[in-house]
Nanobody, 127 residues
Framework: QVQLVESGGGLVQAGGSLRLSCAAS??????NGWFRQAPGKEREFVAG????????AYDDSVKDRFTISRDNAKNTVYLQMNSLKPEDTAVYYC??????????????????????WGQGTQVTVSS
C-alpha cells in the first residue's frame, strides 16, 4: 500500500471550479481513481486513470465537467472539477492500485479493485 493525501477541497458556489490533488507517499506504478460519498449515500465512482494517463473513465454524472489527470514525476493525480453542481457535494477520496507492466493502459472503476485510499477531502457546492 501507499499513503495518499488529498487536498484542494472546499466550499464553492454552483457553477464554480475546484482542483483536487492526490499525492502519493512513494513512487509506485499505479492506476488511480477518484470516488465520492455524500451523506447517507454509498461511495460512488467518479473517475479513473491508467498509469500512463492515456486512458480515462468517468461516471456519466461528471462527464464533460470533470477531468482526471496525473503527473508521475510528482506522484500526483488531479481531478479538475468545473461547472460544479450542489449534487456534487460529497467527501472525495483518491484511490490507488498497483499495476504490472502489461496493465499500464488499464483503469479501474470498482472500489474493490484498489488497495490504497486517502483520508478524503470535503467538497461543498452551494446553490
Amino acid at each position: 500500500q501507499v499513503q495518499l493525501v488529498e487536498s484542494g477541497g472546499g466550499l464553492v458556489q454552483a457553477g464554480g471550479s475546484l482542483r483536487l490533488s492526490c499525492a502519493a507517499s512513494t513512487a509506485r506504478m499505479d492506476a488511480n481513481g477518484w470516488f465520492r460519498q455524500a451523506p447517507g449515500k454509498e461511495r460512488e465512482f467518479v473517475a479513473g486513470i491508467c498509469w500512463t494517463g492515456r486512458n480515462t473513465a468517468y461516471d456519466d454524472s461528471v462527464k464533460d465537467r470533470f477531468t482526471i489527470s496525473r503527473d508521475n514525476a510528482k506522484n500526483t493525480v488531479y481531478l479538475q472539477m468545473n461547472s460544479l453542481k450542489p449534487e456534487d457535494t460529497a467527501v472525495y477520496y483518491c484511490a490507488a492500485k498497483p499495476v504490472g507492466l502489461f496493465l499500464t493502459q488499464t483503469y479501474y472503476t470498482r472500489g474493490d479493485d484498489y488497495d490504497s485510499w486517502g483520508q478524503g477531502t470535503q467538497v461543498t457546492v452551494s446553490s
